[in-house]
C-alpha cells in the first residue's frame, strides 16, 4: 500500500482504503473522523491523535477480554485466568490482533516515525489497536466489540488456552541464557513517563553487558517481557 505524503507531513492514508480495514475488522465507522483520530500517532503533531481513545480503549479491552476469558475457561482459578488475561491485555497481545487486520498498514505517524519503521512498533501498534477498539465502543456498543475481539482471537491464536497462550519470556531467555553464557540476563528502566493513571515504562535489556533490547509497556513487568519476547528473537536469528 501507498501512503501519499509531502516531505515533512504526516504519512497519511487515503480515505477511500479504509473500507478494506473495516472490512478485515467486521465493522464500519459512521464518522470517519473517528476512525482516523485512532489512527493517527501523536507523533504527527496534529491537533487531535489516538491517546485519548488509547486510555479508554485499555479499559473497554480489560472489561470484554476479561468476560470472555471468564465464561470459556470457567475451570480456570483466578491465577491462571490472570495469567491469560495478561498474555493478550499487552503490547504484544494486542499487537498480535492488530497484525490479523493489517491496522499497521494504516497508521498516520510522522515521517520520521515512518523512516525507524514506527508503524511496526509494538508500543504504537498496540495503542493504536486499544484506539480503534475504543471508537467501536463509543458508535457501535460493548457488544460489538465483545464479537470483533472474538473473531480476532479465533483468527490469531490456533489454540486459546494456558498452555498455548501464556508464555513467560523472561523465564525462558533466563533459561537459554544460562546455558549459552552462564549469566542471567539484567533489566534497567530507561524512561518512565505519564500521569499515575496512564504511565508508559521503556525498558532496556542487558546480557554480559550488552543491550540486546528496548521495549515500552503500561508497567515495567509488561516491558520486561516484551524485551525478553524480543532478546529470544534475536538469539534464535544468531543460531
Do not use: W
Not at 488509547?54 to 479491552?61: N, Y
Not at 482471537?153 to 541464557?177: G, I, V
Amino acid at each position: 500500500m501507498k501512503n501519499k505524503r509531502s516531505q515533512n507531513s504526516p504519512y497519511i492514508t487515503p480515505n477511500s482504503s479504509y473500507t478494506t480495514l473495516e472490512k478485515a475488522l467486521g465493522y464500519s465507522f459512521k464518522d470517519k473522523r473517528l476512525l482516523e483520530q485512532a489512527l493517527t500517532h501523536k507523533s504527527c503533531k496534529l491537533a487531535l491523535n489516538n491517546e485519548r481513545l488509547e486510555f479508554l480503549g485499555d479499559a473497554v479491552l480489560g472489561l470484554v477480554i476479561g468476560e470472555l476469558l471468564y465464561y470459556k475457561f470457567y475451570q480456570y482459578d483466578e491465577g491462571k485466568l490472570s495469567k491469560l488475561r495478561a498474555s493478550i491485555v499487552s503490547a504484544h497481545g494486542f499487537t498480535k490482533l492488530a497484525k490479523a487486520i493489517s491496522l499497521q498498514d494504516y497508521l498516520r505517524v510522522s515521517s520520521s516515525e515512518e523512516i525507524s519503521k514506527g508503524r511496526e512498533k509494538p508500543s504504537i501498534l498496540s495503542s493504536a489497536f486499544e484506539a480503534l477498539m475504543a471508537g467501536v465502543y463509543l458508535e457501535a456498543g460493548l457488544a460489538k466489540v465483545r464479537k470483533i475481539i472474538q473473531n480476532l482471537l479465533n483468527r490469531a491464536y490456533k489454540r486459546l488456552d494456558l498452555e498455548h497462550l501464556f508464555m513467560d519470556y523472561k523465564t525462558a531467555l533466563q533459561e537459554l541464557t544460562q546455558a549459552q553464557f552462564c549469566v542471567i540476563p539484567s533489566y534497567q528502566l530507561l524512561k518512565e513517563k505519564g500521569p499515575d493513571h496512564h504511565k508508559e515504562f521503556e525498558m532496556a535489556l542487558y546480557i554480559q553487558d550488552k543491550m540486546y533490547a528496548t521495549a515500552k509497556g503500561k508497567s515495567k513487568k509488561e516491558a520486561e517481557q516484551q524485551c525478553a519476547y524480543y532478546a529470544l528473537q534475536k538469539l534464535k536469528e544468531a543460531k
